[in-house]
């Protein structure tokens, strides 16, 4: 069985993330979809490091050599245009669907290639913070409720929500997610609320608190610094 740690053994794979052929949020990403092996929930099994594979080549295509590229003019995209409003504009298009889970828990194989095309382009962005503190954030920047507005996690897609009671209800479904992270001298908390939509009024909201931190480190692929929030509930 594979693990996505274990994936720094495959040397062709490190020399595409060292080249910027891949990025790291691209392959992390590709393997959360891939169906893990019976038993797991984190661990590729033949059948699943090849649809891994797989999935990687289909991101390269061959050029005729003999075809000359026009180099792209740098007049072409303006120097303060952001992808963010595309994106948010896809996002709130996924969600107008009521028949399908919110948060593109239920999106399609084109949806989730459009939208990692579309976050990818927004990290490289000069208004991404974490690249302009060379991944070095304080807490204060992350205080405050936040919605959930997508999410490519596996675990969530299999548990249809957060907690997975939804389904545990007769036409019950997950309706959202908010998150709330409080931090001050002496304490950081986190909370989040999952809302379950019922037919009939019954609807009620899922509340799991904890403590949460952040962590410096150093990215194993890309070797830039990052962050990361680590919760404890």
């Known amino acids: ?47 699943g490091f090849i649809a891994l594979y797989d999935a990687i080549d289909a991101m390269f295509e061959d050029v005729d050599e003999e075809e000359e590229l026009e180099p792209a003019s740098p007049q072409s995209i303006p120097e303060d245009s952001s992808v963010k409003p595309e994106l948010l504009a896809v996002l709130a298009e996924i969600s107008d669907d009521e028949e399908l889970l919110p948060c593109g828990l239920e999106s399609t ?54 907690s997975g009671l939804g389904g545990s209800f007769p036409n019950g479904k997950f309706g959202g997610l908010r998150q709330k992270l409080q931090a001050s001298k002496y304490m950081s908390d986190i909370e989040y609320i999952e809302k379950i939509n019922i037919p009939g009024g019954n609807s009620f909201d899922v509340t799991v608190t904890g403590d949460w931190k952040l962590k410096g480190s150093i990215n194993i692929f890309s070797g830039e610094p990052t962050t990361t929030l680590n919760v404890e509930p």
Not at 132 to 154: A, F, I, K, N, P
């Open 109 to 162: 194989d084109r949806e989730q290639a459009q939208i990692l095309n579309m976050v990818t382009a927004l990290e490289a962005e000069p208004s991404n913070i974490v690249q302009q503190r060379g991944g070095r954030l304080d807490q204060s920047d992350l205080t405050g409720e936040w919605e959930l507005l997508y999410s490519s996690s596996s675990a969530m897609k299999f548990n249809q929500g957060l």
């Open 1 to 47: 069985l594979v693990s996505f740690n274990d994936l720094q053994r495959w040397a062709e794979l490190q020399e595409m993330l060292d080249e910027g052929d891949l990025l790291p949020l691209e392959l992390q990403n590709m393997f959360e979809q891939v169906t893990k092996a019976p038993g797991t929930s984190d661990k590729l099994n033949e059948d």
